[in-house]
């Protein structure tokens, strides 16, 4: 399978922005998902389709892509934002298989 | 609004068969596809499979061997078996709608921990 891989942890003080990148080379002609997960809770979608927002997701959420590599940015970091993100896409060498990344935990100062 | 809720026993013995049921309320389980996804303690997640409710699968290659899901349209549910089960297989078990145009879990059941332990 085509690992994905996220950096561990991210911090930024409350209105700063925050950037969660994902990378591997099955994001070089699939698209990326991310979910945001808060302690005790389960996953929900923030980004679909790279850099789609779901309704309800506020503007401050945004994702882009560069090459085999994902960026969620979120501007404008608001305490609720606190927990982790985990980017997904989907092995086109396996099946078409879904793949996490091991996620990112944010934390805002 | 639709929901999602897993049931199932919370503790399994090892090289026993865990057994999940996924009730969909508030809405039909036509038209979508349903997905299974475990996160054991402290750890990520990791997607076991897909379910479309014509019944077709797709499995996650390194659960493959021991996964097994179906489909009760009539019940508006959906349903995991994962057999020989270890310690490893303990972890909160999620399932999800999956909505096909996104490709994407809209929709999330809250989880449900399976210990596996004698």
């Known amino acids: 399978s085509r690992d994905l891989t996220q950096q561990p942890s991210v911090s930024v003080s409350p209105g700063q922005t925050a950037r969660i990148t994902c990378s591997g080379d099955a994001l070089s002609n699939q698209y990326t998902y991310w979910y945001h997960q808060k302690p005790g809770q389960a996953p929900s979608l923030v980004i679909y389709?790279?850099?789609e927002r779901p309704s309800g997701i506020p503007e401050r959420f945004s994702g882009s892509t560069s090459g085999t590599t994902v960026t969620l940015t979120i501007s404008g970091v608001q305490a609720v934002d606190e927990g982790d993100y985990y980017c997904q896409s989907v092995d086109s060498n396996s099946g078409y298989s879904w793949v996490f990344g091991g996620g990112t935990k944010l934390t805002v100062l | 609004q639709v929901q999602l809720q897993e049931s199932g026993p919370g503790l399994v013995k090892p090289s026993e068969t865990l057994s999940l049921t996924c009730t969909v309320s508030g809405g039909s389980i036509r038209s979508y596809f349903w997905s299974w996804i475990r996160q054991s303690p402290g750890k990520g997640l990791e997607w076991i499979g897909h379910?479309?409710?014509?019944?077709?699968?797709n499995y996650s290659p390194s659960l493959k061997s021991r996964v097994l899901m179906s489909v009760d349209t009539s019940k508006n549910q959906f349903s995991l078996s994962l057999s020989s089960v270890t310690a490893a297989d303990t972890a909160i078990y999620y399932c999800g709608r999956v909505v096909a145009d996104i490709v994407a879990i809209d929709i999330w059941g809250q989880g449900a921990l399976v210990t596996v332990s004698s």
């Open positions: 389709k790279d850099t």
């Open positions: 379910i479309y409710d014509s019944g077709r699968t």
